[in-house]
């Protein structure tokens, strides 16, 4: 997951700050580009956060060659088929360093920040597309997908919660908008408002688009409005689990799942008629560091001791 970067710096270090980025200020300028120049400040920005923080020591140019070396390690800069490129002992010739002095500094920001070639946390923004590994979140199936897969309010969820860089669709003209009421008696779809090529849901009797064959095997997506009203709600669950009753009463429904993805599966937006009165419930946290993980939405996986996030997961994965 990326951070929001910020320039912010600890006021006593503010002048070796700005020693070091009027130097990667003015190579990155002349020589990379705009993108480079502002991860280089951001990235000493960071390095001046640390406690005990390494640029109270050593020379600007040296720390400056290092944020630039480590940046361009993680965006080939060195691969010409890349823009910009530039081969590494011209970097040092412009800071002015060794090549023994800028690659030692490099390593120390590579390691501190555990940065590696495509690393999210630093890939510069116009090569975000290129970079899978940015885009990959796990399902709570336990399946690592590709988030541009997703429909918009999906990405939209994930990007604000900083799980992916932005949302990679186009906002649907019919989802986003609400369904405006036809004639009475005129068959429509009660979730997106369609009024073709409809199908009655075997669970509630109710009409929705007869589209189960749009949806793409292990993407996720959440573009069919059949497979979300059969997939994601109580009234389906109940029918599919042969519940006897009606889905809103059934304590069967309540007791085979967990109860926060028994409110979300009865107040979600896939519902034509939402649960009333929900039950509350203690929000997942992960068993390792205790973060809030949000069934329904967060990716995780499931640890003899309990839920796991994903970070704590990947950690554990190396």
């Known amino acids: 997951m990326a951070k929001k970067k910020s320039s912010r710096v600890p006021k006593q270090l503010k002048p070796k700050f700005e020693a070091i980025t009027e130097l990667t200020d003015a190579v990155c300028n002349a020589h990379l580009d705009q993108e480079y120049a502002e991860y280089a400040r951001y990235l000493a920005a960071a390095l001046a956060r640390k406690r005990p923080s390494p640029i109270a020591r050593g020379q600007a140019k040296s720390w400056a060659a290092g944020i630039v070396h480590a940046l361009g390690l993680v965006n080939f800069l060195s691969d010409q088929s890349f823009e910009p490129s530039m081969r590494v002992r011209d970097l040092w010739k412009l800071f002015n360093v060794s090549e023994a002095t800028g690659s030692s500094k490099s390593l120390q920001i590579r390691k501190m920040f555990d940065m590696y070639q495509f690393d999210p946390e630093w890939t510069l923004p116009s ?37 992916i860089p932005y949302v990679d669709a186009d906002e649907p003209e019919g989802m986003s908008k609400s369904i405006q009421p036809i004639a009475e008696g005129v068959k429509q779809c009660k979730l997106c408002g369609n009024v073709e090529n409809l199908i009655r849901t075997p669970c509630c009797n109710n009409w929705i688009c007869d589209d189960a064959d749009t949806y793409v095997m292990f993407s996720y997506a959440r573009n069919s409005c059949y497979r979300n009203h059969d997939r994601y709600t109580l009234c389906a669950a109940h029918w599919h689990e042969d519940h006897e009753g009606r889905w809103q009463d059934c304590q069967a429904c309540l007791d085979m799942m967990e109860t926060e993805m028994y409110v979300y599966y009865g107040t979600n937006e896939y519902n034509f008629e939402p649960l009333k009165s929900p039950p509350s419930y203690e929000p997942t946290h992960c068993s390792q560091c205790n973060r809030v993980i949000r069934l329904a939405e967060d990716g995780y996986s499931i640890s003899s001791k309990g839920y796991v996030c994903l970070d704590c997961a990947n950690s554990h994965l190396g």
Do not use: C, H
């Open 127 to 163: 090569l975000m597309e290129m970079n899978s590994m940015a885009w990959m979140v796990q399902t709570p199936d336990g399946f690592i997908v590709d988030a541009r897969s997703f429909p918009y309010e999906m990405q939209q969820m994930l990007a604000e919660a900083g799980i």
